[in-house]
């Protein structure tokens, strides 16, 4: 335990640094890496809020097929931390349409993120995407994509994670859709083996190390966080 505490605290010493040289990127870099070894939500809450501060600066994701996967797979293979929410939010571009290079390119997406490193905020972003499923990116052929994506939830979620493992009702969600009653047994099922490996890995997790002088160098982080805000925008 007190080599997790010394090696986050190490982590954090890191952004720090970084915050106080103007370099947020690299700031986000080690906190996340301090968060991998911590898994601390205070942590968590402090990546969210840069995240959400940087994420407005990283080129937006569009365009036809081609263009916009080659461009995206590029940006996910950098696996570069601040890119993570343009890429989850825009996986599914281009899937109002059928087709065999559709699927086949929305797959290589899912599995590019199914291989990102441990990362608190991959779980929340994937579920954005559970509670507004569309038509043609639901169908037959695209559930190789989404039982990736519930992979992804049961290997990274968290406590609010499985919170909405447990709530979610697909019979809602698809009950207007023509063949509603496939998608509601198919999503449903993979929710609920998601949810049971989820409770299983945290009721596992280690005791988390003690967090008091973490708490302390996070919460300085945090405040130099929002006096760059301010003066900064």
Not at 137 to 162: C, E, K, M, N, Y
């Given at each position: 335990m007190?080599?997790?505490?010394?090696?986050a605290s190490?982590?954090l010493?890191?952004a720090?640094?970084?915050l106080?040289d103007g370099d947020?990127?690299?700031a986000?870099e080690?906190l996340v890496?301090?968060?991998?070894?911590?898994?601390?939500?205070?942590?968590?809450?402090?990546?969210a809020?840069?995240?959400?501060?940087?994420?407005?600066?990283?080129?937006p994701?569009?365009?036809?097929?081609?263009?916009?996967h080659?461009?995206w797979?590029?940006?996910g293979?950098s696996?570069?931390?601040?890119y993570l929410?343009?890429?989850?939010?825009s996986?599914?571009?281009?899937t109002?349409r059928?087709?065999?290079?559709?699927?086949e390119?929305?797959?290589?997406?899912?599995?590019?993120?199914s291989?990102?490193?441990?990362?608190?905020?991959?779980?929340?972003l994937?579920?954005?995407h559970?509670?507004r499923?569309?038509?043609e990116?639901?169908?037959r052929?695209?559930l190789?994509?989404?039982?990736?994506?519930?992979?992804?939830l049961?290997?990274h979620g968290?406590?609010?994670?499985l919170a909405f493992?447990?709530?979610?009702?697909?019979?809602?969600t698809?009950?207007?859709?023509?063949?509603?009653?496939?998608?509601?047994a198919?999503?449903?099922?993979?929710?609920d083996?998601?949810r049971a490996?989820?409770?299983?890995r945290?009721?596992?997790?280690?005791?988390?190390?003690?967090r008091s002088?973490?708490?302390?160098?996070?919460a300085?982080?945090?405040?130099?966080?929002g006096a760059?805000?301010?003066s900064?925008?």
């Amino acid at each position: 335990m007190a080599k997790i505490a010394e090696q986050a605290s190490a982590l954090l010493a890191q952004a720090s640094a970084a915050l106080a040289d103007g370099d947020e990127d690299v700031a986000l870099e080690a906190l996340v890496a301090a968060w991998r070894v911590a898994r601390h939500d205070a942590i968590a809450a402090v990546i969210a809020r840069l995240s959400a501060r940087l994420e407005p600066h990283v080129a937006p994701l569009g365009g036809r097929l081609p263009e916009f996967h080659a461009a995206w797979m590029a940006m996910g293979r950098s696996g570069r931390a601040v890119y993570l929410p343009r890429l989850v939010g825009s996986v599914l571009h281009s899937t109002h349409r059928f087709g065999t290079a559709v699927v086949e390119a929305l797959l290589a997406r899912g599995e590019l993120l199914s291989a990102w490193p441990a990362d608190p905020r991959l779980a929340a972003l994937v579920v954005e995407h559970l509670r507004r499923p569309g038509y043609e990116s639901t169908s037959r052929s695209t559930l190789p994509f989404w039982r990736v994506l519930f992979a992804i939830l049961g290997a990274h979620g968290d406590a609010q994670t499985l919170a909405f493992l447990q709530d979610v009702r697909f019979a809602r969600t698809f009950r207007s859709f023509s063949d509603g009653k496939r998608r509601i047994a198919w999503f449903q099922q993979h929710a609920d083996e998601a949810r049971a490996e989820l409770a299983s890995r945290l009721g596992a997790r280690a005791p988390a190390p003690a967090r008091s002088a973490l708490d302390a160098t996070v919460a300085k982080i945090d405040k130099a966080l929002g006096a760059r805000a301010k003066s900064a925008p």
